[in-house]
């Protein structure tokens, strides 16, 4: 059984280390005390149950304090200093498009592309590479080289034309 609505900004704020300076602070973030949700395989956000369902406790912050998010935004952050995944400060949160957040980032310095050996996605290392791009180089066929390596043939054709994995990472 759900908890009465009610009772959600109570249990949800319990949840929240705020700063000395008072519910009007501005400069300082409120960090996440419950539990976490690892995001994008690096960075953790805060997680609240309500019911069985569980959401992003950034989101949770801006709608107890601003109300619905419209569909299609996120809830960014702009934590002075450097972004912090688990503040729910609701002054520093706020409303924008996928790919406004990832300009923000981008801006900011925050989000470095996982590429190479390093993207979790990867099925080469270095190595490989070098050694797929010298035996093409002696006359394999891409055919040829994505069954020896298990990936496929256009795969080596990027690999080979240097649209992928341009240097070691």
């Not at 602070?25 to 569980?54: P, Y």
Request: some cysteine; aromatic content about 10%; charged content about 20%.
């Amino acid at each position: 059984m759900a908890p009465p609505i009610q009772d959600l900004p109570t249990r949800f704020w319990d949840k929240v280390s705020r700063c000395i300076h008072g519910l009007n602070c501005t400069v300082c973030c409120w960090e996440w005390q419950g539990a976490l949700i690892r995001r994008k395989g690096k960075t953790w956000h805060g997680k609240f149950h309500i019911g069985n369902k569980m959401y992003q406790a950034n989101r949770i912050a801006w709608e107890l304090t601003h109300g619905p998010i419209p569909e299609g935004l996120w809830v960014c952050h702009n934590c002075p200093g450097k972004d912090n995944p688990v503040c729910v400060n609701p002054a520093h949160l706020f409303l924008g498009t996928p790919s406004k957040n990832v300009l923000d980032a981008v801006a900011k310095g925050t989000w470095r592309p996982r590429r190479g050996a390093r993207h979790y996605k990867t099925a080469l290392t270095w190595e490989q590479v070098c050694a797929i791009r010298t035996l093409q180089k002696q006359g394999l066929t891409h055919a040829a080289l994505g069954r020896m390596f298990h990936i496929t043939p256009s795969a080596v054709t990027h690999i080979v034309n240097y649209k992928t994995w341009r240097k070691p990472e």
